[in-house]
């Protein structure tokens, strides 16, 4: 008779896998219900699991982290669901470390690996490439997710990469928008002094505009402000605030994350402005929340659950000794309701 894995108990009880390691292990992020309901399922299926292994796990410290900057954001959520449920089911644990947004990741992944016993990082967001250099000192394999920018000080031989084309979505978006006959397009983007993603949409958008002929404004550009420099519902909200107060003429607007887009939603109904009549509105990522916001957001989105499953491959290929890879993936406008 074929052995019960503990993929087949999760399957069983309609769960991911972490869940049934939370069951097994009496962890407290379960809630009753669903504990008795696995270790039911464990009793029916007649799962035994392998204490010996588990036990071995914490001596080595079969461990990978993942660092995520912008935990607010959902758009990581899914993410971090899909690398968990792997990485525990190839017998290592996660730890999940939230990075601030005045924190370098590099100074948090070196601190972790003297704290724990890694055998791999995941960087989920963020912007590394502002010190890039000082993850050359990490003696453990990592991956760099959703951030489109090449690492600085650091050879592409030497990390693996998860991304879309930020710089060539962000044109895609812009276009869109200008071939909807918007001309007067205001984007949100990331910090002045931001060097990854938000640098790379930003880039993007302008390339439209001249390609389109069309001036850049200034005026236009909205960036994050130094003292809160995260995507989030409220910095869109802010930025769209900041934009009506100056009195700016625009028809529509570019947040170059969604969680934004719902945040200047918010903002250009409380003044009394329709979408699109009055403002037309994009976003980018695809979280589900674009689809069930009112109005529906029209967004790029990313393939978000494919891109968490080839992370977690990469870095698990390296660990077994294979060579480093880079992998950019096509986003997809999903037009709704804002445009």
């Known amino acids: 008779m074929e052995q019960i894995t503990i993929k087949d108990v999760a399957k069983a009880c309609g769960v991911g896998v972490s869940t049934v390691s939370r069951a097994i292990n009496d962890h407290p992020n379960i809630n ?3 504990k008795q309901l696995v270790l039911q399922k464990i009793k029916e299926l007649g799962y035994v699991p392998n204490n010996s292994a588990r036990n071995l796990k914490r001596t080595e410290g079969k461990a990978i982290a993942v660092l995520v900057k912008g935990m607010t954001n959902p758009f990581f959520n899914v993410m971090i669901k899909i ?4 990485i525990i089911s190839r017998g290592y644990t996660m730890v999940l470390q939230h990075v601030d947004p005045s924190e370098d990741e590099a100074d948090v992944a070196l601190e972790l690996t003297k704290e724990k016993r890694l055998c791999g990082i995941i960087f989920l967001g963020g912007i590394v490439t502002r010190r890039g250099s000082k993850l050359g000192l990490l003696n453990v394999p ?3 997710s959703t951030i489109g920018a090449p690492l600085k000080g ?4 030497d990390y693996s990469s998860v991304a879309v084309d930020d710089e060539r979505e962000g044109r895609k978006a812009t276009r869109f928008l200008l071939d909807k006959g918007y001309k007067r397009i205001a984007i949100f983007a990331g910090a002045k002094d931001d060097t990854s993603v938000g640098m790379l ?6 390339k439209a505009l001249e390609e389109a002929g069309i001036p850049i404004d200034e005026d236009l550009i909205k960036y994050l402000p130094k003292d809160n420099e995260e995507y989030s519902y409220y910095t869109g909200y802010s930025s769209a ?3 009506i107060e100056e009195g700016v003429d ?3 607007v570019f947040a170059i994350a969604d969680v934004m887009a719902v945040g200047a939603c918010r903002a250009f109904l409380e003044t009394g402005r329709k979408i699109p009549k009055d403002v037309a509105i994009m976003g980018f990522d695809g979280i589900d929340l674009t689809r069930f916001y009112l109005p529906s957001i029209t967004t790029v989105a990313q393939p978000i659950k494919q891109m968490a499953i080839e992370t977690s491959r990469l870095l698990f290929e390296v660990i077994d000794g294979k060579e480093h ?3 950019v993936f096509d986003a997809e406008i999903v037009e709704r309701e804002t445009t």
């Open 201 to 206: 949409r930003l880039s993007g958008y302008k």
């Open 325 to 327: 890879r880079h992998l």
């Open 83 to 86: 690398m968990e449920e792997d």
């Open 241 to 243: 605030k900041r934009l």
């Open 250 to 252: 625009f028809d529509a």
């Open 154 to 157: 650091v050879r592409e031989e």
């Open 142 to 144: 990592y991956v760099v």
């Open 32 to 34: 009753d219900e669903t």
